[in-house]
């Protein structure tokens, strides 16, 4: 079926060239109540998963799955203690189970209540698609600009940030005064470098989203000083091709890549 979007607040938003099924279009998805809380603070991350933490490679698309149901109904209905937002498919298509505006799910640990989680779906050899991350993007455009949170996203020397942040833990504050698009995988040792794969953060990087170095504060503004690419440690465009390929999976465009497509960070205020 055709859905008509996400669902923040109540209001449903559009997502250009994307088809998500919201749990208003479509009964059959179910919200996982159960296993969320009332949103008590303000969303300002955004956290990105795979559905096995596999890492893999990346291929163009896959053909058309309905696995994203599959999942989203396990999402409502398993026993467990753990459920997200958003489902993104192996072809791009996308069901939205949660209003994260009003009930925050349990997907990230500590950082739950300040967070949403998208899951994507893989192969069982951890690969994922091109196309997923663009529809993923998609959302994730829609949702950042519609809460305005931060186009951020974790990078550290030269390239996606596999580390585990001490500012997630509880220690370190559980990601209070952090905005941006993370990974599980920097939430807890326990999760790994597949939780999401690199993939996902390249193609955002190359649509704009800024990378920064949050360990060591690159998203915070000091004295209202600009960011500026040598700032926050981007790659020549050749070593990411470079750093694509020894991945196994080059398919993206890489020739909009940062540091032309970047926007500076003079809005970094978190
Ligand atoms: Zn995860």
Not at 38 to 67: F, K, N, W, Y
Not at 92 to 97: K, L, N, P, T
Not at 201 to 226: F, H, I, S
Not at 230 to 254: E, F, K, N, Q, R
């Amino acid at each position: 079926m055709r859905g008509t979007g996400i669902i923040l607040g109540g209001k449903r938003i559009a997502v250009p060239g994307v088809n998500v099924v919201n749990f208003l279009d479509d009964p059959s998805v179910r919200t996982p109540d159960a296993h969320t809380n009332p949103r008590r603070e303000p969303m300002t991350l955004i956290v990105l998963h795979t559905v096995d933490g596999r890492l893999g490679g990346t291929h163009q698309c896959s053909g058309a799955s309905s696995r994203d149901y599959t999942y989203a109904h396990y999402d409502a209905t398993a026993g467990r203690d753990a459920s997200w937002d958003v489902t993104v498919d192996t072809d791009g298509s996308v069901i939205w189970q949660n209003d994260p505006l009003v009930r925050f799910t349990w997907n990230a640990n500590q950082v739950n209540p300040r967070a949403m989680g998208f899951e994507m779906v893989q192969e069982t050899d951890g690969t994922t698609y091109a196309c997923q991350y663009e529809a993923l993007a998609r959302v994730v455009d829609v949702v950042t600009n519609a809460q305005k949170i931060p186009r951020f996203i974790p990078w550290y020397q030269g390239a996606p940030d596999r580390r585990v942040f001490a500012r997630l833990s509880d220690a370190g504050g559980a990601g209070r005064g952090m905005a941006g698009i993370i990974g599980h995988r920097n939430v807890t040792h326990n999760r790994g470098p597949g939780d999401p794969g690199d993939g996902v953060y390249w193609a955002l990087a190359e649509k704009g989203y800024v990378p920064v170095d949050y360990e060591a504060g690159q998203d915070r503004t000091k004295n209202g000083r600009v960011l500026r690419p040598v700032d926050i440690g981007i790659a020549s465009a050749a070593s990411m091709a470079a750093l694509l390929a020894a991945a196994g999976g080059a398919c993206l465009a890489l020739s909009t890549l940062v540091p032309s497509g970047v926007r500076y960070a003079a809005r970094a205020t978190v």
